[in-house]
């Protein structure tokens, strides 16, 4: 059977035969036939804007791979950085190449220093943190003039290498800036999730303690947020680098997209939730509500998941070891029954809603001792590695600037009226 479909336009008797290439329609070839109209598919729920090698999401099957890797095992083996490694380069690491690249983002965590000491001055003491870093990943873009040569693999590279390893510095400033304690400065003897909790969580001198366990499980969580395809954070950061702004600019649009309640603030939202909920004898009120319309299930529900998000199920587990350590979060009882009670209701099931990565991220987070407010800020650190990784990407293909069509539909055209006759 050809991997084909013919369309025949009903006005003209014309008809084309469109391929089918790797599951998609080429639109170049069904706009040769339909010249002047669009598809009107404002949340692209039907559109392939990109062609990547990095990120497979099967939603249906619950199945999530960066480069084939499944997430499963990569949250079991692999580290932060290593995947990173892996997301950018397209491989694996030798151990060399590992050691260089862990050397390389260990040594550009420390930001210019004009920067770390008035760098949060103009704003209010309460300045939410993802605003924060939002304005100054943007405001690194005017430390490295030399990034705007994004043609050069090379320049690029040192780039995504400055972000990687500058991301947490510049996300723990906003933290502390908000809680009042002096920026702590980076400490190169100590591993990515480390670090960034040292710089957190310092308070005093000589060192930061820090139960192995919780680093490696903040490593975990740095593992499963690392990409997520053409998620809305990424694809702002595509269209914003399809203009060949640069990768400071670039980034800072993504952040801006993550910081909103749909996508990375939901697991700000979930706590927000639980918080609200209060006790597990609400939680039947609180579904009913949702499903009257009052609000919604925050941390239930994807675009792209119709079944469990694996991320969820890893998350889920990694919780339970963090509350070994930690204690457990009081709000886990109140979660479980909203699990539980909602994936019992055909509401939910009905509509394939099930828990994402966002439902269980905020308890764990909760028990290493990060302030609710910050939760997005924890998913803009390892996705800024998916970010740069399809930035890279694109660019490497050579791509056109991203500039969708729009269905017209306000008034035609009509004679300016003088303002005192109207
Ligand atoms: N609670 C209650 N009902 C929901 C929820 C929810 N969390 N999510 C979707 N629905 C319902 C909608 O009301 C709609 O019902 P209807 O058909 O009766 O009108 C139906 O399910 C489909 O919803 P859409 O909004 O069309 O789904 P969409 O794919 O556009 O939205 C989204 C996906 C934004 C993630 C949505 O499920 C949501 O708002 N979830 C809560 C926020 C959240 O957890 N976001 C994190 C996503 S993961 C991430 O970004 C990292």
Redesign the pocket.
Known sequence: MPESITITDNRTGETIEVPIVDGAIDGAAWSKLLKGVWFYDP?FSTTAAAESAITELDGENGILRYRGYPIEQLAEHSTYLEVAYLLIFGELPLPAELAAWTHEITTHTYVHDNFRRKLFDPYHYDAHPMGLLTSSVAGMSTFYPDAKNIDDAGVRTEQMVRLIAKIPTLAAAAYRFSVGMPYVFPDNDLDYATNFLAMMFKVAEPGFECPPALSKALDVLFILHAD?EQ??STTAARVVGSSHADPYSTVAAACAALYG????G?NE??LRMLDEIGSIDNVEPFVDA?KEGKG????????VYKNFDPRATIIKKAAYDVFEHTGKNPLLDIALTLEEVALADDY?VS?K?YP???FYSGLIYEALGFPTNIFTVL?AIPRTAGWLSHWNEMLEQGSRIARPRQVYAGPAVRDYVPISQR
Not at 261 to 264: N, T
Not at 296 to 303: P, S
Request: positive net charge.
């Open positions: 949340s997520h998620n809305c309640p749909r996508h990375g939901a939202a979930v949702v919604r299930l925050m941390g239930f529900g994807h675009r939910f509509r809603l994402n990565v966002d998913f």
